[in-house]
Every structure is written in C-alpha cells, then in structure tokens.
C-alpha cells in the first residue's frame, strides 16, 4: 500500500473516530446530494435553453458559443488559487454564498424576459458569473464530501454522485427543451428554483465540511506551491491522475466520433439520441456497481480489466454494419467508463489531508478537464482529414498506452495492500 507521507495530526484522528450512519440513513448525506440531484439537473436544463435563447434573440452561433466558453474559462483560470482559498475558507458557507449568487444570476433573465429587455450583454454576464461561482462550489462539494461520510464510503458516494451527474444530463436536456418550447423564462425559473433548493439543503446540515483551521496562513502562492507539490510527491495519486487525464485526452471526442458514424449508417436525430439515451444509462449502472464490485475484487484487476476491455470493444466501432451494434458497443464502453472514475475518486478523497483538499482537488481537475477541449479538437481533426477508421486506431493505440501503464505501474497494483 502506498503510505500517505503526511502523518495525521490529533484532530484528524478525532474526526476519523466519529461514528458515521449508513450511508441511506446519513441524514446530512442525504441532505446534500438531494439538493445537488435538484440542482444538477436544474443546471442541465438551462444549459441546453442558453444557445436556444441566444440562437432565437440574436441568430448568431457565434455568439452562443461565446457565451458557452464564457462558462468554461474561469475553471481553467481559477481553479489554483480558488483550491487554495477554499483551504482558508468556511467551505459550507462558500457553496451557500455560490448558490445564492447563482440564484441571482439566473433569476434575473426571467425577470428581464417579463420586462422586455433581455440582452446578450446579459447573458454573457450571467454565463460568466455561472462559471466563475460553479469553480468554487464545486471544488468546495468534493473537498467536503470526506467529512460528511466516512473513508469506506466514499467509494458508494463517490459512485452516487457521478451516477447523478449522469441522470441530470438524461432528464435536464429533454425538459429543457419542453420548458423552452412552453416558454423561452420558464428553463431558468427551473433553474432558479433548483439554486433555491440547493442553499435550504445545505442550510440544515449540521455537519462541518472541515476540520478547525489554524488562523495563521501565509501568501496564497505557497499554499498553492505546497498542493503541488504534495500531488508530486504521492506517487499513487499521480498515477491515478495520469491516467485519468489520458483516458479523458484519448477519448474525449467519443461523442463526436458516435455522431458521424451514426449519419455514416442513416441515423435520425431522434435515432441518435436513443443511443445517448442509453448508453448514458449504461454509464449510471456502472457508476452503482463500482463500489459492489470493488467488494469482491481489487482495484488494479477492475482498472486494468475495464481498461483492456475498452481496447478490445473501440476498435469493433470499424465494423459496426447497423446503430444497433453501435450502440451496443457505445453502451458498453459507457458502463465501463466510470468504474475507474469512481474507485481512483474514492481512494483520492480517502488518501488527501482535509487541509489540503482544496489544492489537490482544484490541481487534479484542473489537469482532467483541461484536457477535454484538446481532445475534442484532436477527434474534430481527425475526422474531418482522415475519416472514422484512423481516428477509432488512433483512440484504439491510446487506449493500449494507457492500459500498459496501469498494468505494469507498482502503485496501481499494489494500490491494496
């Protein structure tokens, strides 16, 4: 087993003592992944209404992309300093303050929608306030979740909130196209709606989501300095978001790749959200039967068998004659997927100190996201330049390197020890 080279203090052996409920009867568990359940899918909802509107008022898909990335820089931008920050700060208290900014936000295009003076200004502020309150609420809900459930449970946590993620993104975009097609407000009355019931549930829980603080800390580039160099240092956690950042640079575009080889075999709209439809419940499933499967079996048998079973079903995409078989392979490369996800997220939340969970945090997603743009622009090159049969061999050879290095890397196989 790879040690953790920070011995913990008298507090944290305190807070390890605490005696946690089930994970069904944690009533602050509950409590917060309720809320995030409402308000991950409220959010699914307007993100699919926000080019729709920007689309009817300005029929510019130029300026609805911008608003798009409007959303998406300041996680690239902030995630450092606002890990570092969230070491510092009341991490419940941040999330409240997020949400209700969020609140705001949201409520004020409705509002300008009934008055009649909604502008794209607007909604580029709205989508850059969204962006910059989500850094810091989310890098605050995953730094928490270890002191609201135990360090066995947070593979089943773990497992619940990815699976939820997912469900959001498979119930928000269809309502949010019928919430559109009722009125161009309503999408983000729900959403509106969904911060409100966010800041309630956060509001009655009791538990801290950190351990005491000492009130003496230094300039902020040293606390960020140290996250990194802690993240250096433990070489299973650098393992871990190595590979997670490979696999997500290999095979990022999947997507993309899905879509045109379902126009390549005829393949209606309608028909390619089927396939998405499903295999995003392929990918739920297998987020709930990570932590059961871990029971029975290690962690570096479930990686590297996930992960050389994603070698041998991607290249199958070649041969695919029907949607059907593509959708059976994308189902299952779906369920595979989030099973590292969530085991290498358990054991990362178990493995950080509670001072440093901000930091490590805001550095491993900074590295895993970041990652996403250039694999999307990577898959779009492809494709267009040298067509489906090279790019599925290009995905296929890097998924093989992945699989190599999590075969053959001592920290991944002696991860149970």
């Known amino acids: 087993m790879i040690q ?4 913990p203090d008298l507090q944290e052996e305190i807070i390890e003592a605490r005696t946690y409920p089930p994970l069904w009867r944690n009533r602050d568990y509950l409590l917060m992944w309720s809320g995030q359940v409402v308000s991950g899918v409220g959010t699914q909802v307007s993100q699919l209404a926000f080019p729709l509107l920007i689309l009817a008022l300005t029929r510019s898909p130029a300026q609805a992309g911008i608003a798009g990335a409007l959303r998406v820089i300041p996680y690239l931008l902030l995630s450092l300093p606002a890990g570092a920050l969230l070491d510092r700060w009341n991490r419940k208290l941040v999330m409240i303050i997020c949400d209700l900014g969020r609140f705001l936000s949201m409520a004020s295009i409705p509002l300008a ?12 502020v709205v989508s850059l306030v969204e962006g910059v309150l989500f850094v810091f609420f989310d890098l605050a809900e995953v730094s928490s979740l270890p002191q609201v459930v135990s360090k066995e ?14 469900i959001a993104m ?3 975009a269809p309502l949010g196209g019928l919430l559109f097609s009722v009125g161009r407000a309503f999408p983000f009355l729900a959403d509106t709606v969904s911060y409100f019931c966010s800041v309630v549930s956060l509001f009655f829980i009791r538990t801290p989501f950190q351990q005491e603080r000492s009130g003496d800390r230094g300039a902020l580039l040293p606390e960020v300095k140290e996250g990194l160099k802690w993240l250096w240092e433990q070489r299973f956690v650098r393992s871990l978001v190595t590979i997670l950042s490979g696999l997500n640079l290999v095979s990022g575009g999947i997507a993309l790749l899905v879509i045109v080889l379902g126009q390549h ?22 987020s709930l039967l990570a932590p059961i499967l871990y029971r029975y079996v290690s962690f570096f048998t479930l990686t590297t068998v996930t992960f050389w079973a994603q070698v041998i079903l991607t290249p199958l995409l070649i041969v695919a004659p029907n949607l059907f078989v593509i959708g059976a392979i994308v189902a299952l490369l779906f369920f595979l997927t989030p099973i590292f996800d969530v085991l ?20 491993y997603r900074l590295i895993v996201i970041g990652v996403y743009p250039i694999s999307l622009a990577m ?26 290095f999590a ?8 991860a149970d020890e």
């Open 4 to 7: 953790n080279q920070n011995q």
């Open 113 to 124: 929608l009934f008055f009649g003076h909604l502008t794209i200004v607007q909604l580029y």
């Open 153 to 166: 449970q947070l593979p089943a946590a773990s497992a619940q909130n990815i699976a939820t993620f997912n």
């Open 170 to 172: 498979l119930l928000g």
């Open 265 to 286: 075999v005829h393949a209606s709209t309608i028909d390619l959200g089927v396939l998405f439809a499903v295999s995003g419940m392929a990918g739920v499933l297998g």
């Open 344 to 363: 290498q997220r358990g054991r990362r939340m178990a493995l950080i100190p509670d001072g440093l969970q901000g930091r490590i945090n805001s550095v």
């Open 379 to 404: 898959t779009g090159f492809m494709l267009q330049s040298y067509g489906t049969t090279p790019t599925i061999l290009v995905m296929t050879g890097g998924l093989v390197l992945i699989s190599l």
């Open 407 to 414: 075969t053959f890397n001592p920290y991944i196989r002696h």
